[in-house]
């Protein structure tokens, strides 16, 4: 990214549109909900393969890993991308019916 500067002395950089993804981030020891900030013309999995060590989620929800106990609720948090079994996007969720793996 490059500033950019006014003749008044103010500085502009470019802005990185991005549009919030509703997910659940499974880790090890907790399950994740919040919102992943992905690029218009961008898959979830883009995102993902950009991200170096620690992947962005707004509006965080840190429960157990059975997904039962609040443990924390965050407006940020950083999680590390070597520590992500699986992302999920909320909007793909549905009820699991009795007999159904």
């Keep these: ?4 500067f006014e003749e008044k002395g103010k500085i502009f950089t ?3 549109t ?3 993804v509703d997910v659940v981030i499974q880790t090890a020891s907790s399950c994740i909900y919040g919102c ?8 979830l ?4 393969d950009r991200t170096t060590a620690f992947l962005a989620v707004t509006k965080a929800k840190i429960f157990d890993r059975d997904g039962k106990n609040l443990l924390y609720e965050s ?12 992302v999920l996007p909320q ?7 009795a007999g159904e793996p």
């Design 1 to 4: 990214m490059f500033a950019n």
């Design 14 to 16: 470019q802005v990185v």
């Design 18 to 20: 991005k549009e919030p």
């Design 36 to 43: 992943v900030h992905v690029r218009p013309e961008d898959r």
């Design 45 to 48: 999995k883009d995102e993902l």
């Design 75 to 86: 407006a940020f948090v950083a999680v590390n991308v070597a520590n992500i079994e699986w």
């Design 91 to 97: 909007s793909e969720l549905k009820e699991n019916k």
